[in-house]
């Protein structure tokens, strides 16, 4: 259950950030917004998504 909620997170993430560079005026992405400080901070969480996905349990505390 617990990787399965990670890759739902960061599939979540990539939808997010390809549709709101690629298609902005889609209402679907209406409330998100496509400025780049916000796509950079989408890039690192999905970033750390992926790292969490790639560690086994108990983690690092810098990664929890």
């Keep these: 259950m617990g990787k399965l909620l990670l890759i739902l997170a960061l599939f979540a993430l990539i939808i997010l950030s390809i549709g709101t560079f690629l298609f902005p005026q889609n209402p679907d992405f209406w409330l998100a917004s496509g400025a780049s400080m916000y796509q950079y901070i989408r890039g690192l969480l999905a ?5 969490q996905l790639t560690t086994r349990p108990p983690r690092h505390v810098w990664l929890r």
């Design 47 to 51: 970033l750390i998504v992926v790292l």
